[in-house]
């Protein structure tokens, strides 16, 4: 059974076909089309598949959708999680009640059109990094899809920055602003007894202030690869080193080759286009 941590997928499930079929709301509760033109007893068989090359996720999510409203739907899932594969690659086959694939279909594409384009953007980006650093997602998702949306880009090969607020400290210029320095934001997130004390800086000055303050992970933000060399070689080990702020495809060979242990692209989980996936279904 599918199972992620601090993610219930029944609930997400229901909630999702609810929001579809209007729950709650006057005249609301059904699916006018499938009840006004398919049978109650009708049958269907259907494939779901690529339209272009994609890296899966969310097959599993989509079959809890049609389970949900079809236990006895038949299902097989023809493709891993993680799993890379080129256009035209079939990924599902399911058969059972007409009325239930036509009412769970939007919601099951809905969820692997969109975790498959973040698996896929993120995999693009881990093999443009060729091997150098690791590549980091960011807390740039929507709200509430966090941890599926996070799922997505380990399935392309991402490891999870931070899940939210609570698992680190993350000290940004802001708060550098409020407490007057980088030694003193970082002091502070210390003597609170954080033990994870994440310090962003975009000048080299600000890291020696950070490392003797006591913090565990240096953000370089918005640095050149030459910079960003510089900055490694100060930190010399004392702390991770993360590479962050307006990284592309184009640019993150040469970002994660200055020898930074990590870096960060929001672009993973804000602005990746949803995967060409569709699914046919045939009456039996």
Same mark, same amino acid.
């Given at each position: 059974?599918?199972?992620?941590?601090?993610?219930?997928?029944?609930?997400?499930?229901?909630?999702?076909?609810?929001?579809?079929?209007?729950? %709650?709301?006057?005249?609301?509760?059904?699916?006018?089309?499938?009840?006004?033109?398919?049978?109650?007893?009708?049958?269907?068989?259907?494939?779901?598949?690529?339209?272009?090359?994609?890296?899966?996720?969310?097959?599993?999510?989509?079959?809890?959708?049609?389970?949900?409203?079809?236990?006895?739907?038949?299902?097989?899932?023809?493709?891993?999680?993680?799993?890379?594969v080129?256009?035209?690659?079939?990924?599902?086959?399911?058969?059972g009640?007409?009325?239930?694939?036509?009412?769970?279909?939007?919601?099951?594409?809905?969820?692997?059109?969109?975790?498959?384009? =973040?698996?896929?953007?993120?995999?693009?980006?881990?093999?443009?990094?060729?091997?150098?650093?690791?590549?980091?997602?960011?807390?740039?998702?929507?709200?509430?899809?966090?941890?599926?949306?996070?799922?997505?880009?380990?399935?392309?090969?991402?490891?999870?920055?931070?899940? %939210?607020?609570?698992?680190?400290?993350?000290?940004?210029?802001?708060?550098?602003?409020?407490?007057?320095?980088?030694?003193?934001?970082?002091?502070?997130?210390?003597?609170?007894?954080v033990?994870?004390?994440?310090?962003?800086?975009?000048?080299?000055?600000? =890291?020696?202030?950070?490392?003797?303050?006591?913090?565990?992970?240096?953000?370089?933000?918005?640095?050149?690869p030459?910079?960003?060399?510089?900055?490694?070689?100060? =930190?010399?080990?004392?702390?991770?080193?993360?590479?962050?702020?307006?990284v592309?495809?184009?640019?993150?060979?040469?970002?994660?080759?200055?020898?930074v242990?990590?870096?960060?692209?929001?672009?993973?989980?804000?602005?990746?286009?949803?995967?060409?996936?569709?699914?046919?279904?045939?009456?039996?």
């Amino acid at each position: 059974m599918f199972q992620l941590e601090h993610f219930d997928l029944s609930r997400f499930v229901r909630e999702t076909l609810a929001e579809d079929l209007g729950e %709650g709301i006057s005249g609301g509760g059904r699916d006018v089309t499938a009840e006004s033109v398919i049978p109650a007893d009708a049958r269907f068989s259907g494939v779901m598949d690529s339209r272009d090359p994609i890296t899966v996720a969310g097959l599993p999510i989509a079959a809890a959708f049609f389970r949900t409203l079809d236990p006895a739907m038949e299902i097989e899932l023809l493709a891993d999680e993680g799993q890379s594969v080129p256009a035209g690659t079939k990924l599902m086959r399911l058969s059972g009640n007409a009325r239930a694939m036509l009412t769970a279909e939007r919601s099951a594409l809905n969820s692997v059109q969109h975790l498959s384009g =973040i698996a896929t953007l993120t995999r693009r980006y881990v093999d443009a990094m060729e091997g150098s650093a690791v590549l980091l997602d960011t807390r740039k998702t929507i709200p509430g899809l966090r941890v599926l949306e996070k799922y997505a880009t380990r399935m392309g090969g991402a490891q999870n920055h931070r899940m %939210g607020l609570w698992d680190a400290a993350m000290i940004k210029d802001n708060h550098i602003l409020v407490a007057g320095s980088v030694g003193e934001a970082v002091g502070r997130a210390r003597n609170a007894g954080v033990a994870r004390i994440i310090c962003e800086v975009d000048r080299i000055d600000q =890291i020696e202030p950070a490392l003797v303050a006591g913090a565990t992970h240096i953000l370089l933000d918005n640095m050149d690869p030459a910079s960003l060399r510089e900055s490694v070689s100060l =930190i010399a080990g004392r702390a991770q080193t993360e590479a962050s702020g307006g990284v592309t495809l184009d640019t993150i060979g040469a970002i994660a080759a200055s020898g930074v242990d990590f870096v960060s692209v929001g672009r993973l989980t804000q602005s990746a286009p949803a995967a060409d996936i569709g699914l046919d279904f045939t009456p039996l």
